[in-house]
């Protein structure tokens, strides 16, 4: 494992943007590269610690999840190695395994939302309505409970430090358009039923996570992004699920907890970490990893 990364710096490319992980370069007109660093986020802040080899678990998922669901829906990997744009060895060595090369795609203004348990804000949203999302769901259901259906729930795309907001399927067919709306649902659903039970053969229940699409000159739906990793998802062990209570978990859910125990108000700057906190969560990420990349 290459040493923790807060902040990436490459000399030859010029830089897009930072995200609240991912830092993006330009790499001539058609391509990006992607690099997770091992920032993370809580409640929509960056917390001030890195998670070592958290960018990299994040890049060799995302890798793992794109070929195997390939033959679901194109994505947007380049077949360019990350080496042939990034030559200088010390640029190498501080990437590690946390870079991607890809094509530049148009990405949808959505991100598109997959919930398999009743947990996070849909438990919040049933509580008080009845429904996630707009979706009437049946009554008596308990926390962490396995729902019917999967249910997509779409939700607009933040800016960092503002939230993402639920939106009912109607509201996206507004923002994509009707053909375009129902292909990323259909593909969203597709995608996680079958990686939810390549998860489960492996001891871990995807609970809930987040896809994100784009379109190429031709207007072909892509899958982009990070797919399926402890930052876009809610993964449960499954020997250790009981529903009525918050199961324990291999993403970031566990250090939201121990901010939950905090008098922070959830506003910039993001309190310090404790170094047990912050190796445990490494500690899960790879769990978390080696488990579902395991033949």
């Not at 992607?34 to 809580?42: E, G, H, T």
């Not at 960018?55 to 990350?82: C, D, K, M, Y």
């Not at 008080?128 to 607009?156: K, M, N």
Request: aromatic share 8%; glycine share 6%; net charge negative.
């Amino acid at each position: 494992m290459s040493a923790a990364l807060y902040q990436s710096s490459l000399s030859h490319l010029p830089l897009l943007s930072r995200g609240k992980v991912r830092d993006l370069y330009a790499v001539g007109d058609d391509h990006l590269l992607v690099v997770a660093s091992d920032r993370l986020s809580a409640f929509d802040v960056v917390l001030p610690q890195p998670i070592p080899g958290k960018g990299e678990v994040l890049t060799r998922l995302s890798r793992f999840w794109f070929a195997r669901t390939q033959g679901l829906i194109p994505n947007h990997l380049s077949e360019v190695p990350v080496e042939a744009v990034v030559t200088d060895p010390d640029e190498l060595a501080q990437l590690g395994e946390r870079a991607m090369l890809v094509r530049r795609l148009r990405p949808l203004p959505v991100e598109a939302i997959v919930r398999g348990y009743l947990i996070g804000s849909g438990w919040k949203d049933y509580q008080r309505e009845g429904a996630v999302c707009g979706i009437r769901l049946p009554e008596g259901l308990r926390l962490a409970d396995r729902l019917p259906e999967p249910l997509f729930t779409p939700s607009t795309k933040a800016e960092i430090g503002d939230h993402d907001e639920n939106i009912d399927f109607a509201r996206m067919v507004s923002a994509l358009g009707q053909e375009l709306a129902e292909q990323v649902r259909d593909a969203s659903l597709a995608i996680y039923r079958e990686c939810a039970a390549h998860a489960l053969e492996r001891g871990i229940i995807i609970a809930d996570t987040k896809f994100e699409f784009g379109l190429d000159a031709e207007g072909r739906l892509h899958l982009i992004d990070e797919v399926l990793t402890p930052d876009s998802s809610r993964f449960w062990p499954a020997d250790q699920y009981q529903p009525g209570v918050s199961p324990p978990s291999f993403d970031k859910q566990f250090v939201r907890d121990y901010l939950e125990g905090l008098n922070w108000d959830k506003t910039p700057p993001g309190p310090e970490l404790p170094q047990a906190i912050v190796d445990r969560t490494a500690a899960k990420y790879h769990e978390a990893e080696q488990r579902l990349t395991r033949a």
